[in-house]
């Protein structure tokens, strides 16, 4: 049922004061965001290191790096110095974290901002969205997503390419046979010309 699914999990946040206390319900599916998992704790500091995690969500896009870039290269030199250790995994994995953390940032801001303000009224929608959902969240989600898409398309590929196997399997019988009838045909032919020769 539900409670087989879902389990909830607190927070283990870098210092009480930058995530506040509490707990957030994860599912057991997201993969490499379980709570006790390293890539979790480090969402969450390069929620506190870049200072989004303290920021209004109105005013998020005024401490971003660039409009393309949210997340500076600074915050993963800083991240780096605390998660070099042999326990996170090489440095390519902590960078495709790291630049996935920032493409979703990217990407969950589009999704609450409004393409043309100009439209409208003012309204604290984007602000107002976020703090309904929680960004740290809405990272979360978006990121275990992804990760779960990955997998499935690994899968998938596995799939095709045993697959291919056993197609191969039935091209090499089919081309057997054809062997095995041009053989038979020049053994019978081999024999009624030396029969009648």
Not at 25 to 40: L, P
Not at 158 to 177: A, P, V, Y
Not at 190 to 196: R, S, W
């Amino acid at each position: 049922m539900e409670s087989e699914s879902y389990a909830e999990v607190p927070m283990l946040p870098s210092t009480d004061e930058d995530l506040g206390q509490g707990s957030i319900i994860f599912s057991e599916e997201q993969g490499i965001f379980r709570s006790e998992s390293w890539e979790s704790f480090y969402l969450d500091d390069v929620l506190i290191d870049s200072g989004f995690i303290k920021t209004d969500p109105d005013m998020l896009m005024t401490i971003w790096h660039s409009p393309e870039c949210p997340l500076g290269p600074w915050v993963f030199d800083n991240l780096e110095k605390k998660y070099c250790d042999e326990t996170t995994g090489p440095r390519s994995e902590r960078r495709l974290l790291f630049d996935r953390i920032n493409s979703a940032f990217l990407e969950i801001y589009q999704r609450f901002i409004d393409p043309c303000p100009w439209v409208k009224p003012a309204t604290r929608q984007v602000g107002t969205k976020l703090q309904l959902h929680g960004v740290k969240d809405e990272l979360h989600k978006l990121l275990a997503s992804q990760e779960k898409r990955a997998n499935e398309d690994i899968s998938e590929m596995m799939l095709d390419w045993e697959m291919q196997w056993l197609d191969f399997g039935d091209n090499m019988n089919m081309i057997g046979k054809d062997i095995e009838k041009l053989l038979i045909n020049d053994l019978i032919t081999e024999l009624v010309v030396m029969h009648y020769f």
